[in-house]
C-alpha cells in the first residue's frame, strides 16, 4: 500500500469582505476578525484532492499534516470527512511567528516521525503569504525531489508521474519515490464528503505532537524578519458627469478620462 503525506495549512478566510481586513502595524500581522473562523488554504485542498485522486485508483494511505499554535479543530479535521485516514497535528505555542523555513524544517520533522512514505504533497503556495517556499524547502530538508506546479499525479511502481504545467502547454515528469509535488488548481477542487463522512472522521486517529517531540527548540530564531507591514491605502472619489443626455455625458466621460491617462 502507497503511503501518502499531505501538507494543508490553516489561513484567514481568503473570501472574507475586504473591509473587514486589518493590518496590526504594531504586532506585523494580520488582525483576525472575530466573525471570520479560518479555513484551510485552497491551494492544500487541491492537494489533497491529487492525494484522495490517487486512492481511488489504488490502495493507498493518506495522512493530512497541519501545523500551528492554535489550530482549530473543525477546521483541521475536515480533511479526515474528505477521505484522508489519518491527521497529524503540530501543534505548539511556537508555531504562531514562523517564517517558510522554521514551517519547512517543523513539517520536515513531522514527515520523518511518521516513518516510511512515497509522496509529499503541498498546494503549490498558501493563500495568506502567497510565498511559495514551504514545498520546496521540505524537499530540501528530506533531500528527495520535488516537483512543482503539478496538474495531475499519479504512482506508478517505484515512482511518481507527474503532468506539469508549463508556459508552452505541459511536460510529463517521471521521479523516484519519495518525492515532494506541489500542486496547481488544476488537479480540481476538494470533493464534497457526505453527512456519513463526518460521522466516520470522528472514529480516525489524530495525533498532536510539540515542538520538543519533534526534537525542535521552541525559542530558535527566526531567519527572516517582517520591517514593516501594512495595509494598501485605497482612495475612492466619485464624479458624477453632467450634460442634458447621454451623448454629452459619454463626451465628457471620455474627457475625463483622457485628462486621467486612463485612455
Do not use: W
Amino acid at each position: 500500500m502507497k503511503s501518502i503525506i499531505v501538507c494543508m495549512k490553516q489561513v484567514l478566510d481568503p473570501e472574507i469582505p475586504l473591509s473587514l481586513f486589518k493590518i496590526d502595524t504594531e504586532a506585523k500581522q494580520a488582525a483576525v476578525p472575530k466573525a471570520t473562523p479560518p479555513v484551510l488554504s485552497p491551494f492544500d485542498e487541491n492537494a489533497l484532492e491529487a492525494a484522495l485522486k490517487i486512492k481511488d485508483v489504488q490502495p493507498a494511505n493518506v495522512t493530512v499534516i497541519s501545523l500551528g499554535r492554535k489550530l482549530t479543530r473543525v477546521v483541521v479535521k475536515a480533511p479526515l470527512a474528505a477521505g484522508a485516514d489519518q491527521l497529524l497535528l503540530l501543534e505548539d505555542e511556537s508555531f504562531g511567528d514562523f517564517d517558510t523555513f522554521r514551517t519547512a524544517n517543523a513539517l520536515a520533522a513531522g514527515i520523518k516521525m511518521l516513518g516510511q512514505y512515497d509522496l509529499v504533497l503541498c498546494g503549490i503556495q498558501a493563500s495568506d503569504t502567497n510565498a511559495g517556499q514551504v514545498g520546496i524547502g521540505i524537499a530540501s530538508l528530506l533531500g528527495i525531489p520535488c516537483i512543482t506546479f503539478a496538474r495531475k499525479v499519479e504512482l506508478n511502481g517505484d515512482g511518481v508521474r507527474v503532468e506539469r504545467a508549463s508556459p508552452d502547454g505541459s511536460e510529463v515528469i517521471e521521479a523516484p519515490a519519495p518525492v515532494v509535488v506541489t500542486t496547481s488548481y488544476e488537479v480540481g477542487d476538494l470533493r464534497e464528503p457526505g453527512v456519513e463522512a463526518f460521522v466516520s472522521a470522528g472514529k480516525k486517529p489524530v495525533t498532536v505532537r510539540n515542538a520538543r517531540e519533534l526534537g525542535l527548540e521552541p525559542g530558535s530564531a527566526s531567519c527572516t524578519s517582517f520591517l514593516k507591514m501594512q495595509q494598501t491605502a485605497h482612495d475612492t472619489r466619485c464624479e458624477m458627469m453632467s450634460g442634458a443626455n447621454a451623448e454629452e455625458k459619454a463626451e465628457e466621460l471620455v474627457t475625463k478620462l483622457q485628462e486621467a491617462k486612463v485612455i
